[in-house]
């Protein structure tokens, strides 16, 4: 009898670990057949835009304006807002800011996209590409930089709605560029980041 | 009878235990030797007295019986013995064993319940990422709203520090160790790109036509 109920036991547990295998794949194969098949019949999802976000190009520096060359008086200091946050870092601390240009382009659910400032330049140069939305309605991205064609930095920002995250980047002409990339909108349709 | 008769026979005369001829030929004797007649008067006269004195002693059973008796007895006590150690013996076995039968049966159900639910636990798989359809060189740096980024440089020139302002909140990255955009070079007014050739830009100096390739 005792025999039994041990052998019993074992039996039992081997049974229940592979049963919790087996269902634990099924959801997911599931998933998988449904998603592959549903995309094959359907349009690409990834296309869908999800947000946008903005690429904005900004020249700090002290003294005199002129020596940004004759051109850089009719470009636009940032709003004051920009300003403020920009002050409050010592190193983005300067004693004037002009704008040298801006790039706003789609987010997409699944696919990469492209900022450039400068445009047409391709000198400075932002890609990206979504990796989920946050409870607290930020974007998270891969983000990387390229300058001159050669990429110079990659990371994975959250990216919230008024609160633009900013590179501080090479100089020019006793200037220093600074590149701000902000969260422009965000739709609902945004899949939600995993952690 | 002329001969003496032996002790005995005078002895079993004497306790009148002769009968027949024996007693006869003892007696004639005995009228020639009334010596014996005395003796015989005077063993009389002291069985007598002791009767008198000493009470009749009562004839012991018969000694096989009572030793006969008396093994039945002790083998009778030795089986009554045994009897109750026995029972006693099944008494006390047969008492946990039912114990344990009537809680085998709900324990038995209740481990294997158990079993069944930490067979479930085991390999519980992990949640499936969010699918990318980017280059294969991305890496899935998730990490917390609340938390700063990682920063990657290629180049190991170029170094990189992530701040927090914290008074805005705002994420800063500073890179240090880019090439800087030569002086010559005009950013401002949409300079006029060559595909070919990369960007192509006119210096404000230099009122030539002479173009510069990056």
């Given at each position: 009898m005792n025999r039994f109920i041990q052998l019993f036991f074992f039996s039992s547990i081997i049974l229940s670990t592979t049963w919790a295998k087996e269902t634990s794949k099924q959801p997911l194969q599931k998933a998988n057949a449904t998603s592959?098949?549903?995309?094959?019949?359907?349009?690409?999802?990834?296309?869908?835009?999800?947000?946008?976000?903005?690429?904005?190009?900004?020249?700090?520096?002290?003294?005199?304006?002129?020596?940004?060359?004759?051109?850089?008086?009719?470009?636009?200091?940032?709003?004051?807002?920009?300003?403020?946050?920009?002050?409050?870092?010592?190193?983005?601390?300067?004693?004037?800011?002009?704008?040298?240009?801006?790039?706003?382009?789609?987010?997409?659910?699944?696919?990469?996209?492209?900022?450039?400032?400068?445009?047409?330049?391709?000198?400075?140069?932002?890609?990206?590409?979504?990796?989920?939305?946050?409870?607290?309605?930020?974007?998270?991205?891969?983000?990387?930089?390229?300058?001159?064609?050669?990429?110079?930095?990659?990371?994975?920002?959250?990216?919230?709605?008024?609160?633009?995250?900013?590179?501080?980047?090479?100089?020019?002409?006793?200037?220093?560029?600074?590149?701000?990339?902000?969260?422009?909108?965000?739709?609902?349709?945004?899949?939600?980041?995993h952690? | 009878?002329?001969?003496?008769?032996?002790?005995?026979?005078?002895?079993?005369?004497?306790?009148?235990?002769?009968?027949?001829?024996?007693?006869?030929?003892?007696?004639?004797?005995?009228?020639?030797?009334?010596?014996?007649?005395?003796?015989?008067?005077?063993?009389?006269?002291?069985?007598?007295?002791?009767?008198?004195?000493?009470?009749?002693?009562?004839?012991?059973?018969?000694?096989?019986?009572?030793?006969?008796?008396?093994?039945?007895?002790?083998?009778?006590?030795?089986?009554?013995?045994s009897q109750h150690s026995s029972r006693d013996a099944k008494q006390t076995k047969s008492q946990p064993s039912r114990f344990w039968q009537w809680i085998l049966a709900p324990v038995s159900l209740a481990a294997m319940a158990l079993c069944f639910y930490l067979g479930t636990l085991v390999d519980a798989p992990s949640q499936p990422q969010?699918?990318?359809?980017?280059?294969?060189?991305?890496?899935?740096?998730?990490?917390?709203?609340?938390?700063?980024?990682?920063?990657?440089?290629?180049?190991?020139?170029?170094?990189?520090?992530?701040?927090?302002?914290?008074?805005?909140?705002?994420?800063?990255?500073?890179?240090?160790?880019?090439?800087?955009?030569?002086?010559?070079?005009?950013?401002?007014?949409?300079?006029?790109?060559?595909?070919?050739?990369?960007?192509?830009?006119?210096?404000?100096?230099?009122?030539?036509?002479?173009?510069?390739?990056?």
């Open positions: 592959s098949s549903q995309s094959a019949v359907n349009k690409d999802t990834g296309k869908e835009q999800i947000g946008k976000v903005k690429a904005t190009l900004y020249i700090g520096f002290n003294g005199d304006i002129s020596k940004l060359g004759s051109k850089a008086k009719g470009l636009k200091p940032p709003k004051q807002s920009t300003i403020k946050l920009l002050q409050a870092v010592d190193k983005l601390r300067f004693e004037h800011y002009r704008n040298l240009g801006e790039d706003v382009q789609s987010v997409f659910r699944s696919y990469e996209n492209w900022l450039s400032p400068l445009k047409p330049s391709e000198e400075i140069l932002l890609s990206y590409d979504s990796q989920g939305r946050l409870d607290n309605g930020g974007l998270r991205l891969d983000l990387e930089l390229w300058q001159h064609h050669h990429k110079v930095m990659k990371t994975n920002p959250v990216l919230l709605k008024n609160k633009p995250l900013f590179i501080l980047g090479p100089k020019w002409r006793g200037g220093t560029l600074i590149i701000a990339v902000e969260l422009l909108e965000l739709t609902d349709k945004a899949p939600k980041a952690s | 009878m002329n001969q003496k008769p032996d002790n005995n026979t005078i002895t079993r005369w004497i306790d009148g235990e002769l009968q027949g001829e024996e007693l006869t030929q003892v007696e004639k004797w005995v009228e020639l030797h009334p010596e014996l007649l005395e003796e015989r008067e005077f063993a009389h006269t002291l069985s007598s007295m002791l009767k008198e004195e000493i009470p009749q002693s009562i004839d012991p059973p018969s000694p096989d019986f009572f030793t006969y008796r008396v093994m039945h007895q002790i083998e009778t006590l030795e089986e009554e013995s969010v699918a990318s359809s980017t280059t294969s060189d991305k890496k899935q740096l998730l990490s917390p709203a609340n938390t700063l980024p990682s920063v990657y440089t290629p180049d190991e020139v170029v170094s990189a520090d992530i701040i927090r302002a914290p008074k805005t909140g705002t994420t800063v990255i500073l890179l240090e160790g880019l090439a800087d955009f030569p002086d010559n070079m005009e950013m401002v007014g949409a300079p006029i790109r060559d595909a070919s050739k990369g960007m192509m830009i006119q210096s404000e100096k230099d009122t030539s036509d002479k173009k510069y390739t990056y």
